[in-house]
C-alpha cells in the first residue's frame, strides 16, 4: 500500500511539472492499468507461499492462496491425498464414453427414441460380425461417424448439459439413465474397475469401497417360488434349503474375473504396473430394494452370505430410489429385514441409503424416520446421503444420537443437488459437523454426474469455507469408518490427534515405523490405509 501511495505521488509530480491536463490524464491512465495489472497477476500467480512458519501454517496460507481462484484451488486440491470413496456405485461411477465402447464392442443396438441400449435382432454370417437392428434402431457403432448421435448418447446416459423441462426433472433424468446403458456383456464389470480406479489414482485416492450389482437371477428365481411371510427366520431357512448359498460361488466367481481383468488392464506386479494398482478395492453388495418384499429379502440373505464368506465383500446396502413407491411403502419392513439379518451375522457391516429425500418428493410424513429407521432397528453404520434429517421427529436428538454412535454420513453433494434440488444452505452438511456427526465427501455415480472426487472437495470448499483442515479431517474420516477389517490407527474414534500405543512413538505415516507399530500395522489393514494416508499428507503438505 506504501508503494502504490509513493507510485501515486511520482505521478502527480509529473503532471505538475508538464503543466498538461492531457499528459497528467495519460499517466493517471497508465497507473490505474498498471494496478490492474498487479491485482491480476497477484490473483493468477503460481508463485509458492513464503516458506516461513510451521509445516501447518505453510500448507493453510498454500490453500488459502489457491481458494483465491477455482481453478487454482481444484489443482491444489486434485494433489491433496483424499484417503477413499465409501459411497461409489459401479454403474454409475462408469462414464458414458466407455458404455458406447463397450457397446459397440458387444454388437449391440441403441433405438433412436429413448437412446437406450437395445440386443441386436441377429449377427451378420461374415469376418466381421455387424448387428443387424430392428426399424428405429442402428448399431451403437454408428455414433462414431455421427457426431449428433454420439453427443446425444452421452447427453441420454448423463447429466451432461440436462436442464429441467415441464416433466422431467434432475431426478427424472438421472435415475432413468441406469435403464438405458445395461445390456452389455457381463465381463466388462474389470474394465469399469480399471477405469475408476485409474481415475482415483489420478487424484490421489488410495481406496474405494464399491457398489457393484452380482448376478442374483438364481436367488431372485428361488424367492419367487418360496414367496413372502412375516416369519423371517423360517424364510431365510426355505431359502437357503432351497440353494440360496449356490450364489456364494457365482459372486466369488464375477468377483476374480473382474479382478483378473483389471489387474491385466493395469500390469499389476509387471515393471510397467500402472499406479492404479495401488488403488485398493473393497465391495459393498447392494440390495434392490424396488421390488416384492421376498425378492429384497432373499437378496439381502444373499449379501449378508456373501459378505460373511467372502473377505473383499465389506458391507451391504440398499439401493434404488427412496421415493420410489416400494421403497416408501416397505421401508420399515427392510430395516426389519436388515435388523434381523443383523442378528445372525453381526461382522457384516451395514451402510444404508436413508434420508434420500426432500420436501415436496414424497409426502410430508414420509420425511418422519428413514434415518431413524436406519441407525436405531437396521444398525447402520453409516448413512448414504441424510439428506432430509431436519425433517424426522426430533431432528437434533437423532444428530446427537449419531454423533455419539459414530454414525457416518456418505455426503455426496452433486448427485444431492442434482436429484433432490439440495445445495448450499439447504444442505445439511454444515448441520452434521455442527453437532459432531462424522462425514465424509464421496462421489455417489461419477460417471452420471460427470465429476470426480477433487470436484467434491472443491464444491465443498467453496461452498462452506471449509479450511484445509477441515477436508483433511474429512479424508481421515472416509478411512476411519471403512469397513476394512482390524483395529484404527487412533486411540480414539474421530480423533485424529493420537495414535495407538503400539505406534505413539512413530510420528504418523513414518517411512519406517518401529517394529511394533510396523507388526500392528501388518496385522490391521484398516490402520494400514490410515498409515499410508498419513505418509501421503507429509509428503503432500512439506511441498510448501
Not at 505538475?16 to 490524464?25: E, I, L, M, N
Not at 443396438?109 to 435382432?121: D, I, P, T, Y
Not at 430394494?289 to 432373499?298: D, H, I, L, T, W
Not at 416408501?328 to 436413508?354: C, K, N, T, W
Request: proline share 4%.
Amino acid at each position: 500500500m506504501a508503494q502504490k501511495r509513493k507510485t501515486a505521488r511520482a505521478v502527480e509530480d509529473v503532471g505538475r511539472q508538464t503543466g498538461s491536463a492531457y499528459y497528467y490524464a495519460i499517466a493517471l491512465l497508465l497507473y490505474s492499468l498498471l494496478l490492474l495489472f498487479t491485482a491480476a497477476y497477484a490473483q493468477t500467480s503460481a508463485a509458492p507461499p513464503a516458506r516461513g512458519g510451521t509445516s501447518e501454517q505453510r500448507i493453510a496460507r498454500a490453500f488459502e492462496m489457491a481458494r483465491a481462484n477455482p481453478l487454482a484451488l481444484r489443482a491444489f486440491l486434485a494433489r491433496m491425498p483424499k484417503g477413499g470413496d465409501l459411497h461409489n456405485h459401479l454403474d454409475g461411477a462408469v462414464y458414458a464414453e466407455s458404455r458406447i465402447r463397450a457397446g459397440a464392442g458387444d454388437n449391440l443396438c441403441v433405438a433412436l427414441a429413448g437412446l437406450s441400449f437395445v440386443k441386436a435382432e441377429r449377427l451378420t454370417q461374415s469376418d466381421l460380425p455387424h448387428p443387424v437392428c430392428a426399424d428405429g434402431q442402428v448399431p451403437i457403432a454408428q455414433a462414431y461417424t455421427d457426431p449428433h448421435l454420439y453427443d446425444a448418447i452421452i447427453d441420454a446416459f448423463s447429466m451432461r448439459g440436462f436442464v429441467p423441462s415441464p416433466g422431467v426433472t434432475g431426478h427424472d433424468h438421472f435415475f432413468d439413465t441406469f435403464a438405458k446403458f445395461v445390456g452389455t456383456d457381463r465381463p466388462h464389470m474389470g474394465e469399469w474397475l480399471d477405469e475408476v480406479a485409474t481415475r482415483a489414482a489420478a487424484q490421489e485416492e488410495q481406496y474405494l469401497e464399491i457398489m457393484p450389482t452380482l448376478d442374483f437371477s438364481h436367488t431372485t428365481a428361488i424367492a419367487k417360488v418360496i414367496g413372502w411371510r412375516e416369519d423371517l427366520g423360517g424364510l431365510r431357512d426355505d431359502l437357503l434349503a432351497a440353494g440360496l448359498r449356490d450364489d456364494v460361488a457365482v459372486a466369488r466367481a464375477e468377483l476374480d474375473d473382474a479382478e483378473s481383468l483389471r489387474r491385466r488392464r493395469e500390469h499389476c506386479g509387471q515393471a510397467k504396473e500402472a499406479a492404479a494398482c495401488k488403488v485398493q478395492i473393497r465391495y459393498v453388495y447392494q440390495v434392490l430394494r424396488g421390488f416384492p418384499k421376498e425378492q429384497v429379502f432373499a437378496q439381502t440373505l444373499l449379501g449378508f452370505e456373501i459378505a460373511a464368506a467372502e473377505v473383499r465383500m465389506v458391507g451391504i446396502n440398499f439401493v434404488m430410489p427412496e421415493d420410489g413407491a416400494v421403497s416408501m411403502a416397505d421401508y420399515e419392513q427392510h430395516m426389519r429385514m436388515v435388523g434381523f439379518l443383523h442378528g445372525l451375522y453381526p461382522r457384516v457391516h451395514i451402510s444404508l441409503h436413508a434420508g434420500e429425500l426432500a420436501p415436496g418428493l414424497v409426502l410430508p410424513e414420509g420425511l418422519c424416520c428413514h434415518i431413524r429407521l436406519a441407525v436405531e432397528q437396521a444398525h447402520a453404520e453409516r448413512i448414504g446421503h441424510g439428506v432430509d434429517v431436519i425433517y424426522e421427529e426430533r431432528p437434533y436428538e437423532l444428530l446427537k444420537e449419531m454423533a455419539q454412535r459414530h454414525v457416518m454420513v456418505e455426503v455426496n453433494l452433486t448427485s444431492n443437488d442434482a436429484i433432490l434440488g439440495v445445495s448450499g444452505k439447504d444442505h445439511p452438511l454444515p448441520l452434521y459437523r455442527r453437532y459432531g456427526v462424522p462425514v465424509a465427501l464421496s462421489t455417489d455415480d461419477e460417471g452420471v454426474s460427470r465429476i470426480d472426487l477433487t470436484h467434491e472437495f472443491v464444491r465443498a470448499a467453496e461452498t462452506y469455507a471449509l479450511s484445509y483442515s477441515d477436508l483433511r479431517e474429512m479424508a481421515r474420516t472416509s478411512l476411519e469408518h471403512s469397513f476394512l477389517p482390524g483395529s484404527s490407527m487412533w486411540r480414539e474414534q474421530d480423533v485424529f490427534t493420537r495414535e495407538v500405543a503400539a505406534c505413539s512413538a512413530n510420528s504418523p505415516g513414518a517411512d519406517e515405523p518401529s517394529s511394533a507399530c510396523a507388526a500392528f500395522l501388518q496385522t490391521n489393514e484398516k490402520a494400514g490405509q490410515q498409515w499410508e494416508l498419513e505418509r501421503r499428507l507429509r509428503k503432500f503438505e512439506s511441498s510448501f
